[in-house]
C-alpha cells in the first residue's frame, strides 16, 4: 500500500532544496568582505574629490575679517580655475610664499589685482589702475603704509587680507605678488556654524 507523507511531516522535501548561500560558516566573512569593499571604495572617491575637486577648510586667524572670522569652515572650489582665470574679488586659498618662522602652509585672501593692473596704496586707500576702490567688505581704511605702483606680470596676482587694520594681514604688501600655480582654488561659501552661512 502506497505511504502517504502528511504537509507537516518533517520528512517532506528532505534534501531536495537549494541551501543558502548566506547560511554556513562563510556567510558572515562574505557580508563582512562586501561591506570593506564598499567603504574602502567610497573612501577613495573621498580622497580624490578632496585632492582635485573640493575642499573644506577651517579659517584660522584674523587676516580676513571682518569677512571671515576664525573657526568659520569653507568650501574651496578646486576645479574652478581650469575653465576660468581668478578674478578681482574672489576669496581664494593659496600656498603661502613668504619665508621665516610664521610660514603656514596655506593662506585664505581676496585678490585685487589681476595680470596687467596696476596696483598702489596711498592715503590710506587701494588703488587699481589709478582708481580709488570701494571695498565694502572691510571696515576701516587701510592704515598700513602706502606703497609705490606696481604693475603685475602675467600670471602673477596680488592679494590682500580683509582686515585692514594695523599689522593684522600677511599678503602681498609683505611677500609680493602671487604665482596662478600658487592659488589652489575658490571659496565659495561658509557652511559652519549653520548661522553664517553664505556665499562668498
Same mark, same amino acid.
Given at each position: 500500500?502506497?505511504?502517504?507523507?502528511?504537509?507537516?511531516?518533517?520528512?517532506?522535501?528532505?534534501?531536495?532544496?537549494?541551501?543558502?548561500?548566506?547560511?554556513?560558516?562563510?556567510?558572515?566573512?562574505?557580508?563582512?568582505?562586501?561591506?570593506?569593499?564598499?567603504?574602502?571604495?567610497?573612501?577613495?572617491?573621498?580622497?580624490?574629490?578632496?585632492?582635485?575637486?573640493?575642499?573644506?577648510?577651517?579659517?584660522?586667524?584674523?587676516?580676513? *575679517? $571682518?569677512?571671515?572670522?576664525?573657526?568659520? @569652515?569653507? !568650501?574651496?572650489?578646486?576645479?574652478?580655475? +581650469?575653465?576660468? #582665470?581668478?578674478?578681482?574679488?574672489?576669496?581664494?586659498?593659496?600656498?603661502?610664499?613668504?619665508?621665516?618662522?610664521?610660514?603656514?602652509?596655506?593662506?585664505?585672501?581676496?585678490?585685487?589685482?589681476?595680470?596687467?593692473?596696476?596696483?598702489?596704496?596711498?592715503?590710506?586707500?587701494?588703488?587699481?589702475?589709478?582708481?580709488?576702490?570701494?571695498?565694502?567688505?572691510?571696515?576701516?581704511?587701510?592704515?598700513?603704509?602706502?606703497? *609705490? $605702483?606696481?604693475?603685475?606680470?602675467?600670471? @602673477?596676482? !596680488?592679494?590682500?587680507?580683509?582686515?585692514? +587694520?594695523?599689522? #593684522?594681514?600677511?599678503?602681498?604688501?609683505?611677500?609680493?605678488?602671487?604665482?596662478?600655480?600658487?592659488?589652489?582654488?575658490?571659496?565659495?561659501?561658509?557652511?559652519?556654524?549653520?548661522?553664517?552661512?553664505?556665499?562668498?
Amino acid at each position: 500500500m502506497e505511504q502517504v507523507i502528511p504537509p507537516e511531516s518533517p520528512n517532506r522535501g528532505e534534501g531536495n532544496g537549494p541551501e543558502n548561500p548566506k547560511t554556513g560558516s562563510n556567510g558572515w566573512a562574505t557580508e563582512l568582505w562586501d561591506w570593506i569593499k564598499t567603504i574602502a571604495i567610497a573612501f577613495v572617491i573621498m580622497v580624490l574629490l578632496n585632492m582635485y575637486v573640493f575642499n573644506l577648510s577651517m579659517v584660522k586667524g584674523e587676516s580676513m *575679517q $571682518p569677512t571671515l572670522v576664525a573657526s568659520e @569652515r569653507l !568650501f574651496i572650489n578646486k576645479v574652478v580655475y +581650469h575653465f576660468s #582665470k581668478p578674478a578681482r574679488g574672489d576669496v581664494v586659498v593659496l600656498k603661502d610664499p613668504s619665508q621665516g618662522p610664521d610660514k603656514k602652509e596655506f593662506l585664505v585672501k581676496r585678490i585685487v589685482g589681476v595680470p596687467g593692473d596696476t596696483i598702489e596704496v596711498k592715503n590710506q586707500k587701494l588703488y587699481v589702475n589709478g582708481e580709488a576702490q570701494v571695498e565694502s567688505y572691510t571696515d576701516v581704511p587701510i592704515e598700513d603704509p602706502g606703497f *609705490q $605702483p606696481i604693475t603685475l606680470e602675467e600670471g @602673477r596676482y !596680488f592679494v590682500m587680507g580683509d582686515n585692514r +587694520h594695523l599689522g #593684522k594681514s600677511k599678503d602681498s604688501r609683505m611677500f609680493g605678488s602671487v604665482k596662478e600655480s600658487d592659488i589652489v582654488g575658490r571659496a565659495e561659501f561658509i557652511f559652519w556654524p549653520i548661522s553664517e552661512i553664505k556665499k562668498l
